[in-house]
């Protein structure tokens, strides 16, 4: 009769596999307690906050991943449209440069503050010195009409309005 409890096939007893069984259950209740130890500590009031921003980040990133290749695909687009433009205006770069600015600026990742509203989502890009505010649209409305009034009677009147 051969003795197993030594060498290469030796099988662990009974006591051995009762004591890996215990070491595997303390090893995931350690695991399991390490895994809880962030949201306990936050359990004061800024679990919900951490838990907020952290599903507004994987929101933001979800949207990136759609929004980001959209954006690369139109700034592609724009550049060979504006290198096209500079080439068919015989090297006119204030065309180009303006081909570019509103095709290569702009937001190119979405952040947890674009989400929320509290930055803007710029998809076509602005000059780098235009003002944000709405300044302009106001000052459009409040402007006096620029059409004057015509003399129908007069000899320059064509009819079609030159």
């Known amino acids: 009769m051969t003795d197993r409890t030594v060498g290469?096939?030796?099988?662990?007893?009974h006591g051995?596999?009762?004591a890996r069984a215990r070491r595997g259950r303390v090893v995931g209740l350690l695991v399991l307690a390490m895994a809880a130890a962030p949201s306990l500590a936050g359990a004061n009031g800024k679990a919900r906050e951490t838990s907020r921003e952290g599903g507004l980040g994987a929101a933001a990133a979800l949207s990136t991943l759609v929004y980001g290749p959209t954006k690369l695909i139109y700034a592609?687009?724009?550049l060979i449209v504006g290198s096209l433009a500079w080439v068919f205006t015989a090297g006119d770069s204030q065309v180009a440069s303006h081909v570019f600015t509103r095709s290569l600026r702009g937001t190119y990742v979405i952040?947890?503050?674009?989400?929320m509203?509290?930055?803007p989502l710029e998809f076509i890009g602005r000059e780098a010195g235009a003002a944000e505010t709405s300044a302009p649209t106001a000052a459009v409305a409040?402007?006096?009409?620029?059409y004057?009034?015509?003399d129908y009677d007069s000899p320059s009147y064509d009819g079609s309005g030159w």
Do not use: F, H, V
């Not at 290469?8 to 007893?13: H, L, N, Q, V, W």
């Not at 409040?142 to 620029?146: G, H, K, L, N, Y």
């Open 148 to 150: 004057e009034t015509t």
């Open 117 to 119: 509203g509290e930055e």
């Open 111 to 115: 952040t947890p503050q674009i989400l």
């Open 16 to 18: 051995e596999l009762r």
């Open 8 to 13: 290469p096939d030796a099988r662990p007893g």
């Open 76 to 78: 592609t687009g724009g």
């Open 142 to 146: 409040s402007a006096p009409p620029s």
